[in-house]
């Protein structure tokens, strides 16, 4: 009697634990296709595509709604660029995500790696590849750099003309490859095979519509444009070819 009530209570318990089992697996099945998340929007990132993103956030694989909730969405990972950025899941699956870059207007290459900086002059970001559609700024005078403290130059206010001018390509949808400044302020922007000499920083905006206007006459040609004494009453420019 003894023994038969042993070996009910036993199989009672195999029951019970496969049961728990069972149940385990159907929630974890259930969590891993419900959840799986289909369909990831990305918004406000310039200098990543999603691919990028994707490899960046999520390891290159679409995450699971679920478990990126409970797990990594209060420790987000530090990505080059980007100040923070916000995953919003629309439940069950689907997921946008909204980037903040550091406001970079453009480098200075020191020691080999390039030094982002922003608006202020204040070095956001260090890197040892270029970043695309960021101009290299040259031609300023520093000591040393150190990340996230402004960059000490002779004349501070060069990094709002070279907010003027990066805007004003924003606009104008011109590609600039570098800023010089002289040891007089002046401005010359290098672009592909094209040299344009901008001169002082009066009229900088009207100079560059100017050069939007020029430009598609220019493609393909190599030589020196000379903006420098630009007026918006002035009539044709000074191109100087070469071979």
Not at 83 to 100: C, F, G, S
């Amino acid at each position: 009697m003894g023994k038969n009530k042993s070996r009910k209570r036993k199989g009672h318990s195999k029951i019970v634990v496969g049961l728990i089992i069972s149940i385990i697996l159907f929630l974890s099945l259930t969590v891993a296709f419900v959840f799986k998340v289909e369909n990831i929007e990305y918004v406000g990132s310039q200098h990543y595509d999603k691919e990028a993103l994707m490899k960046n956030i999520f390891n290159g694989k679409r995450p699971n709604a679920l478990l990126y909730f409970l797990y990594e969405k209060n420790n987000p990972r530090t990505i080059p660029f980007i100040q923070k950025y916000d995953a919003e899941i629309i439940w069950p699956n689907k997921m946008i995500v909204t980037v903040y870059e550091k406001p970079i207007i453009g480098y200075v290459n020191y020691m080999g790696c390039d030094m982002y900086f922003d608006k202020d002059g204040v070095i956001v970001e260090s890197s040892t590849k270029t970043l695309s559609g960021v101009p290299q700024v040259t031609g300023l005078s520093f000591k040393s750099i150190v990340l996230n403290s402004k960059l000490e130059v002779s004349n501070p206010s060069v990094f709002s003309e070279v907010l003027e001018l990066t805007q004003s390509f924003d606009k104008y949808e011109i590609i600039v490859d570098k800023i010089y400044f002289d040891s007089n302020n002046e401005v010359t922007l290098y672009m592909s095979q094209i040299k344009v000499l901008l001169g002082n920083g009066d009229k900088l905006v009207d100079k560059l519509n100017e050069l939007k206007q020029i430009m598609p006459g220019l493609e393909g040609r190599k030589g020196t444009l000379h903006l420098e004494n630009y007026t918006p009453d002035a009539s044709g420019f000074i191109f100087k070819e070469e071979n």
